[in-house]
């Protein structure tokens, strides 16, 4: 077990020193595609993907779930570096994503699921969180980047949907 985690984390370091050049496609001209590319970089586990398109402010708080705070990118960094290890594979997909702009300011509301695969013995364990997630951007220089976000889940039961007390009058007693 060892020996895994060590090199997961020289595989993991291998490949965050490893320098990314962004494509004309990748550009971060628009803050929805920002959104979309930071959800696919954590998806795949892109930690420098995620670095460049995210503030590295001392002073940002974000929230997570589980009471979980950050502030500042190095605590969020250490905190994604350790889910990408423990998490065997991540998917990630958005079902619904709202922006707002004004001027060099976006603002937006996503709901998407967080579905996580972890290894419990020789098998794959799969979770699915329901999410929703607000968050700031800002364009510096150019280039649309997360200031501040929180995250919470959709449903009060983890996993499950929300059931509403019945409506429907009981039966008179007799």
């Known amino acids: 077990m060892i020996c895994l985690r ?3 984390w020289c595989v993991l370091t291998l490949f965050i020193s490893v320098p990314t050049t962004a494509i004309a496609s990748e550009a971060s001209d628009d803050p929805e595609s920002a959104i979309r590319r930071m959800v696919r970089a954590n998806a795949e ?38 889910e990408f290890i423990n998490s065997q594979k991540l998917e990630i997909p958005i079902h619904d994503l709202t922006v707002w702009t004004k001027g060099d300011v976006a603002w937006y509301a996503m709901e998407l699921d967080y579905i996580r695969y972890v290894a419990v013995g020789s098998e794959l364990k799969r979770t699915v969180l329901p999410m929703r997630e607000t968050g700031v951007l800002e364009c510096r220089n150019g280039t649309w ?20 007390p019945s409506t429907t009058p009981s039966a ?3």
């Open 145 to 164: 980047q997360l200031l501040s976000w929180h995250e919470s889940f959709r449903s009060a039961q983890l996993g499950g949907s929300l059931t509403l």
């Open 6 to 8: 060590l090199f997961a």
């Open 45 to 82: 586990k892109d930690l420098p993907t995620l670095s460049r398109l995210m503030a590295h402010d001392a002073d940002i708080i974000s929230y997570a779930v589980a009471g979980r705070k950050y502030i500042g990118w190095t605590e969020l960094e250490e905190g994604m570096r350790e």
């Open 172 to 174: 008179p007693a007799q």
